[in-house]
């Protein structure tokens, strides 16, 4: 049997087996089976490509795209937005298009100002506050910001923003509060990323024995993830790396 034939199978089946896993009409078993080329094409456009359209991967690689065809096509249409209509919402959304941009100095002004009023406890203008503040080097303010984020909506300290507290807190030189900020984020924000941070300021602190055994659990997460997972985790791979490095150096 020609390869091309025996391709235009397994591409049939992959799409009966997605038909049958995802409950569809059972019409498209037999246009499948009996149509592998036809079938496939007709399912792929009628099915499968709107589900993927849908899915949050596509929505991210979509957004990622048009990032990469037009990175500052979202800086523009939030700016003009703003000027058309200068509510709150245009504001931070300006605000958050600019520190996406890398103009922090930029953006911080317009999250200060969202900051403010009836949405001085607004969770997204005070979350890219503190964003802003940490990387223009303010780190004591972007932990008061948080703070006041945290004192509002306790259940706010959890996933990146509990990783992002402990790690201004070890900024901050606050080692008894980095530690404490650390205990949570590891309870609640496990995995790669948090046990770098995690291993790399116990390393900083001198904590080397307790430090190792962590750096390389991130070395060995690390090897065993996905090539997606290490690419989303790299800074922290790193980092750690680098600490391991670092701490087998000092002996």
């Not at 499968?48 to 979509?62: A, F």
């Not at 990032?67 to 058309?84: K, S």
């Not at 990323?193 to 070395?219: H, I, K, Y």
Request: proline share 4%.
């Amino acid at each position: 049997m020609p390869i091309l034939a025996l391709l235009h199978i397994a591409i049939a089946i992959y799409f009966a087996v997605h038909a049958v896993r995802t409950g569809r009409n059972t019409i498209w078993l037999f246009a499948l089976l009996m149509f592998p080329l036809l079938g496939s094409v007709v399912y792929f456009f009628a099915e499968y490509l709107p589900e993927k359209r849908n899915s949050r991967v596509m929505r991210n690689t979509g957004a990622a795209l048009k990032t990469l065809i037009d990175p500052n096509r979202e800086l523009r249409e939030a700016q003009a937005a703003l000027e058309q209509t200068p509510s709150m919402g245009n504001r931070l959304r300006l605000a958050q298009a600019l520190l996406a941009a890398g103009r922090a100095t930029d953006a911080l002004p317009h999250f200060q100002a969202c900051a403010q009023g009836q949405f001085a406890k607004d969770a997204e203008a005070l979350t890219g506050l503190a964003r802003t503040q940490r990387t223009l080097g303010q780190a004591e303010a972007a932990l008061a910001t948080l703070d006041m984020l945290f004192a509002d909506q306790p259940a706010r300290q959890t996933g990146e923003l509990a990783l992002l507290y402990a790690e201004l807190s070890g900024e901050a030189a606050a080692p008894d509060k980095a530690e404490q900020a650390f205990a949570v984020a590891l309870a609640r924000h496990g995995g790669i990323a948090t046990n770098s941070a995690w291993g790399a300021w116990l390393a900083a602190q001198g904590r080397a024995a307790q430090a190792r055994p962590v750096l390389e659990q991130v070395a060995k997460d690390a090897r065993l993830s996905s090539s997606h997972a290490r690419a989303q985790n790299a800074a922290a791979i790193e980092r750690a790396a680098l600490a391991l490095k670092t701490l087998s150096a000092g002996g």
